[in-house]
Nanobody
Framework: QVQLVESGGGLVQPGGSLRLSCAASGFAFSLYDVAWYRQAPGKERELVAAITSTAYYADSVKGRFTISRDNGKNTMYLQMNSLKPEDTALYYC?????WGQGTQVTVSS
């Protein structure tokens, strides 16, 4: 059974940090590209960061977020620093054509 299970979301103050994790199972994780997306209320889902042959970052998160993966643990990560209220969204991991269920990130004082 294919699963992508996210964790690490929560409520954080502006300027704070969070680390999202996405644990994969049921398929060959290491063979696929990985990405993080987010969707804020009333907005379309957008690509935040991805690892293909190189790392890609949306302009809005460049220099603040870092995407990484550990193929030995079948897990991908998104380190988010200097968080802003506009980063508030439901964050989804994607590996190949598989999606996680989403984890909520709320940045608020």
């Amino acid at each position: 059974q294919v699963q992508l299970v996210e964790s690490g979301g929560g409520l954080v103050q502006p300027g704070g940090s969070l680390r999202l994790s996405c644990a994969a199972s049921g398929f060959a994780f290491s063979l696929y590209d990985v990405a993080w997306y987010r969707q804020a209320p009333g907005k379309e889902r957008e690509l935040v960061a991805a690892i293909t042959s190189t790392a890609y970052y949306a302009d809005s998160v460049k220099g603040r977020f870092t995407i990484s993966r550990d193929n030995g643990k079948n897990t991908m990560y998104l380190q988010m620093n200097s968080l802003k209220p506009e980063d508030t969204a439901l964050y989804y991991c994607k590996c190949g054509t598989f999606w996680g269920q989403g984890t909520q990130v709320t940045v608020s004082s």
